[in-house]
């Protein structure tokens, strides 16, 4: 019984996991677009807990930094528990980064 609860408990935080990388992806997709911000970013990372993480992602942090060129979203929580064993908090933590979109003339292009 506890081997399964365990394989249980391992797929619930794989699944956890699977749910920061994609809210990273999508909070990252809204913030590099030209003229896209933190602010845009975050409210994306919100939407998209709500929809598919609420339940398997506990105490999701978002943090969204631009810079003039990159875009890096990181998204930290803990994985639900299914067994009760004190201190056992598996961590759930994704960074993505990518480069900011910006409209390059031709002439810079070389």
Do not use: K, Y
Not at 61 to 80: D, L, Y
Request: net charge negative; proline share 5%; glycine share 8%.
């Amino acid at each position: 019984m506890l081997l399964i609860l365990l394989i249980v408990q391992f797929a619930i935080w794989a699944n956890a996991c699977a749910v920061a990388q994609a809210t990273a992806e999508e909070a990252l997709a809204a913030a590099r677009v030209q003229g896209g911000t933190t602010a845009a970013g975050q409210q994306r990372a919100t939407q998209v807990l709500d929809q598919i993480g609420s339940s398997v992602l506990i105490s999701p942090h978002v943090t969204v930094t631009r810079t003039g060129t990159t875009v890096t979203v990181q998204i930290s929580g803990t994985a639900e528990d299914v067994l009760p064993v004190p201190g056992l908090d598996l961590p759930v933590e994704v960074t993505v980064a990518g480069p900011v979109e910006r409209f390059v003339p031709a002439s810079e292009q070389g």
